[in-house]
């Protein structure tokens, strides 16, 4: 019962995903520009998180200085990701970007969780996970042949 809010969170995150890409990607066609679209994305969240912040949060900015310098690079992974997305969904189509984006993401997590790199408890590959692997890559390529 505790993982249905979580699974639920990620359901609606994942379609939020999917509209997201073209979204950014018709305010590129509408502005010339996939970064001025990105930026606009970002600053647009970036408001939207600062008020949930202040009214649900506000742990104080003075907290970020005990973070490890490398984790304040989450934001140019997202930054580069709304922008590749804007780019390549016009291009590609939206599902053969969004799958690509998507197995390499498990490909990575699967590599990151059978290392514990990042701080995440280690979680080896067994043969149930690469076979899902494989399964989601020749999933690319059927999307992608359409």
Do not use: C, E
Request: glycine residues 10%; aromatic residues 6%; charged residues 10%.
């Amino acid at each position: 019962m505790a993982a249905i809010l979580p699974a639920f969170t990620m359901l609606v995150a994942g379609v939020m995903l999917a509209v997201q890409a073209p979204t950014n990607a018709a305010l590129g066609r509408a502005t010339g520009s996939v970064i001025l679209a990105a930026l606009t994305s970002f600053a647009i969240g970036t408001a939207a998180l600062a008020a949930v912040w202040a009214v649900a949060d506000r742990t104080a900015p003075a907290m970020l200085r005990q973070a490890p310098a490398w984790t304040l690079a989450g934001g140019f992974y997202g930054a580069f990701f709304v922008a590749a997305m804007a780019f390549a969904a016009p291009r590609l189509g939206l599902a053969t970007a969004l799958a690509i984006a998507i197995a390499s993401q498990l490909v990575a997590a699967a590599v990151i969780d059978d290392r514990g790199w990042l701080g995440l408890p280690v979680a080896s590959l067994g043969p149930g996970k690469l076979a899902g692997l494989a399964m989601i890559l020749i999933g690319v390529v059927l999307v992608r042949r359409g």
